[in-house]
């Protein structure tokens, strides 16, 4: 029978898209790994994952591996712990990207597939749904620093260690996340400590992608937003609680920063922010991650029984 399948397809689509999907070997001084990426420009430029590729360190090797059995080796053009983003580069040209689609557009229930190197299985590819949005997670799994926090696409298409740093598809091939963690069961004991999928995996927007690759091949580093408070983890009431009091040494809310700015107090409630109703301080920290610096965003604010609508100007973390 013919092997030809009708476009739109996942078997269709994958067979365009998967020359544009790479292995990424990396050798360390005291540790080796594997993950995936893609092409994201065809003069070379790959997009993967921060914990892909920091094993390698100064005096590591990143080898790249192609779907034509071709490999190459690339040198790192920026790396972003905090949104868990690395750019590396191979001198190869003419090689076909992947176009980042707009994860904003994304809902719900959409069919999406992911490929990469789970386990090492070079050009392995997997299917499911976006199982939710906005999800807030550590990137890169066990032992990852606390500062890699993305507000992730959740999917159920099967995602392994390996996985990282590959592309999460939708139907026609536009790249919509960055695939980067997995949910772990806390009881899955195994050699390594990783447990591998059990149905719940995680993956940086393409929104988010698209503006920090921008930053890292322009400047080699990336910003990020803050508006300059600390939250009060233990405060369990709706909303969430800028802190009364300073923490080591920090002020509540930042001398000059953008909260200060706006008239924001130690003690108050933040109940939404620009449109969205948050809940934990987690889920506040990655919706303010995910703007630009510079962007004007707006807050709703609780002191006491009165609420207040504020707008300030994200800036920089130092």
Do not use: C, W
């Amino acid at each position: 029978g013919s092997t030809v399948r009708p476009s739109g397809s996942i078997a269709a689509t994958a067979s365009r898209i998967l020359p544009s999907v790479v292995t990424i070997r990396v050798k360390g001084v005291d540790a080796a790994g594997t993950g995936s990426g893609f092409v994201m420009r065809s003069d070379g430029y790959i997009l993967t994952n921060n914990h892909v590729v920091e094993a390698a360190g100064a005096k590591g090797t990143i080898t790249v591996l192609f779907s034509d059995g071709k490999s190459s080796d690339a040198s790192i053009v920026g790396r972003d712990e905090s949104y868990d983003l690395a750019v590396i580069r191979v001198n190869r040209r003419n090689v076909p990207a992947l176009v980042l689609g707009s994860s904003s557009a994304v809902v719900v229930g959409d069919p999406v597939f992911a490929v990469g190197a789970p386990l090492g299985l070079d050009s392995t590819v997997t299917s499911g749904i976006v199982s939710a949005l906005n999800r807030p997670v550590t990137a890169g799994g066990a032992g990852a620093s606390s500062a890699s926090f993305i507000n992730a696409i959740q999917t159920d298409a099967a995602i392994n260690p390996g996985n990282s740093g590959g592309p999460l598809l939708d139907m026609s091939g536009r790249v919509i996340g960055v695939n980067s963690a997995i949910a772990r069961v806390a009881s899955a004991q195994s050699t390594d400590g990783q447990s591998g999928n059990i149905g719940v995996g995680f993956a940086i927007p393409s929104d988010q992608v698209r503006k920090t690759a921008e930053q890292l091949i322009a400047n080699g580093k990336a910003t990020h937003p803050v508006i300059g408070i600390l939250i009060d983890t233990t405060y369990e009431g709706e909303g969430v609680k800028i802190a009364d009091k300073p923490q080591k040494g920090s002020a509540p809310v930042a001398r000059g920063g953008p909260a200060d700015k706006a008239g924001l107090r130690p003690g108050e409630v933040i109940l939404r922010f620009d449109g969205r109703t948050v809940t934990d301080p987690d889920e506040f920290v990655v919706a303010v991650r995910a703007k630009s610096v510079g962007q004007v965003v707006e807050l709703t604010v609780r002191r006491g029984k009165a609420e207040r609508t504020v707008k300030m100007t994200l800036q920089a973390a130092n």
